[in-house]
């Protein structure tokens, strides 16, 4: 059973995180994407993120606990202490690593310099870690169908991250085919997480509602404090902010219509 659900948060991270290249692809096919579509393609990855979750990760969470007897305090304390763990791991993770945003620019130590397009690499890497972490934790829930519900769903947010990449990516002099490699190479982080939270979950059912929460305190930290600043720039707020309600409406009709 351990090594079936070990495997399965492997796969399905790894199908998840394969989203990034399959929505890289239309650059071969129009290789001019002008910053504000590329904005609305990270909020559209936002809402979509941010719906996953809630629907995938914080519900399914507090539900667990109320399921084993918990009341709504220990449902409080469990999820809450999950959350702020997860966004303290992420928060630390990325004050140790150097990498670079297209619009915030340079973060992390500077101890390292390995190039814009490796910068860039490692910072949608440290975006894609705790997706994969998401999906390899969901594989331990007790219904196979919430593994499937977050694996599409992260596939689906990974689509228009990609293709904001991989444009964005043209757009500083990279050539088509390094870009949507690069892309590419950035979903490949997922099966990290996903074996990590696959194995993590499948040492005891008790830690299931812990990986949830701490996988989603990492999600919302990515969300709030990587990917909307991107967004919100040169007057951008409003359309971006709708763009999130479409991504979030999107992830919440998967979410339910999968499980």
Request: aromatic content about 6%.
């Amino acid at each position: 059973m351990q090594g079936s659900v070990i495997l399965a948060g492997f796969l399905g991270s790894l199908v998840a995180g394969l989203g990034t290249g399959l929505g890289a692809l239309p650059i071969f096919l129009r290789s001019g994407w002008s910053p504000n579509a590329q904005r609305m393609m990270l909020a559209i990855a936002a809402g979509m993120m941010l719906g996953a979750t809630f629907f995938s990760l914080i519900q399914p969470a507090l539900a667990l606990v109320h399921a084993r007897g918990g009341d709504d305090l220990a449902a409080v304390v469990t999820v809450g202490l999950g959350l702020a763990l997860g966004a303290l791991a992420l928060w630390g993770l990325h004050g140790l690593v150097p990498h670079e945003h297209f619009t915030k620019g340079r973060e992390g130590r500077p101890t390292l310099d390995l190039g814009r397009n490796w910068m860039f690499v490692l910072a949608i890497a440290l975006h894609n870690l705790p997706e994969g972490l998401s999906v390899g934790i969901a594989y331990g829930a007790t219904e196979p169908a919430t593994g499937h519900a977050v694996m599409l769903g992260i596939a689906t947010q990974n689509m228009p991250e990609g293709l904001a990449v991989a444009a964005a990516l043209i757009a500083g002099g990279a050539s088509r085919r390094r870009a949507f490699l690069i892309a590419l190479g950035t979903g490949f982080v997922e099966p990290i997480g996903g074996l990590i939270g696959a194995a993590t979950v499948s040492l005891s059912a008790a830690l299931l509602p812990w990986g949830l929460a701490f996988a989603a305190g990492a999600m919302l930290f990515v969300i709030s404090g990587e990917v909307l600043p991107e967004t919100h720039v040169e007057g951008a707020e409003r359309s971006a902010t709708f763009a999130v309600v479409v991504g979030f409406i999107a992830m919440m009709a998967l979410a339910l219509l999968m499980t």
